[in-house]
Nanobody, 116 residues
Framework: QVQLVESGGGLVQTGGSLKLSCTHSGSNRSIFRMAWYRQAPGKQREQVASITSRGSTSYADSVKGRFTISRDSAANAMSLQMNTLKPEDTAVYYC??????????WGQGIQVTVSS
């Protein structure tokens, strides 16, 4: 089973930036897609951004132009650069990995809090 480890969360003021990182223990060749999801209190988990093995990216409308997802295959890592953060970005962020065989792994989640 692939292991995912998230880092980089924390507390930031409105307008600030944070960078989340997710490292995985699997083979890069087995990865089909990686993504970041988030879940705010009382809300459903939602996809924030995703990136395929070919480098295609997609973003939720609420973060377009502010967040950037990227992969560093050499480091077995994926990152989410979050700029111009807003209080509504406050949530637990989860790393997600989907293999070419459709196996799915979730990270343990990391808290991001944006103060107003």
């Amino acid at each position: 089973q692939v292991q995912l480890v998230e880092s980089g969360g924390g507390l930031v003021q409105t307008g600030g930036s944070l960078k989340l990182s997710c490292t995985h223990s699997g083979s890069n060749r087995s990865i089909f897609r990686m993504a970041w999801y988030r879940q705010a209190p009382g809300k459903q988990r939602e996809q924030v951004a995703s990136i395929t093995s070919r480098g295609s990216t997609s973003y939720a409308d609420s973060v377009k132009g502010r967040f950037t997802i990227s992969r560093d295959s050499a480091a077995n890592a994926m990152s989410l650069q979050m700029n111009t953060l807003k209080p509504e970005d406050t949530a637990v962020y989860y790393c997600y990995l989907q293999t070419v065989r459709n196996d799915v792994t979730w990270g343990q989640g990391i808290q991001v809090t944006v103060s107003s």
